[in-house]
Nanobody, 123 residues
């Protein structure tokens, strides 16, 4: 069993920054890809960013490229999402996920989800 616990969400003005964290427990964290997804009200959950087991390979949705950065610390079993230049359209619940393979990108298979953390960007 795996537990993923997100933190760092909140309310921020447009143009501001937030850093999300996701702490994992219960599995060999360093062997698997990790990712962040988001879901706005009335919309489907969408891929935001992914990172492979070592942190050497990352991928991003076009909507966040150049503004968001995903990273991981395997010693701490934690994955991060640094979000800069936030826009009102970034408002959503953000979910951490661990993949079934060494990389988690667009279309990747998620093994476990976190409970989510809310990010609200005001205009």
């Amino acid at each position: 069993q795996v537990q993923l616990v997100e933190s760092g969400g909140g309310l921020v003005q447009a143009g501001g920054s937030l850093r999300l964290s996701c702490a994992a427990s219960g599995r060999t964290f360093s062997s698997y890809g990790m990712g962040w997804f988001r879901q706005a009200p009335g919309k489907e959950r969408e891929f935001v960013a992914g990172i492979n087991w070592s942190g050497s390979l990352t991928s991003y949705a076009d909507s966040v490229k150049g503004r968001f950065t995903i990273s991981r610390d395997n010693a701490k079993k934690t994955v991060y999402l640094q979000m800069n230049s936030l826009k009102p359209e970034d408002t959503a619940a953000y979910f951490c996920a661990i993949g079934r393979t060494a990389n988690l990108g667009v279309g990747g298979v998620v093994a476990y989800w976190g409970q989510g953390t809310q990010v609200t960007v005001s205009s």
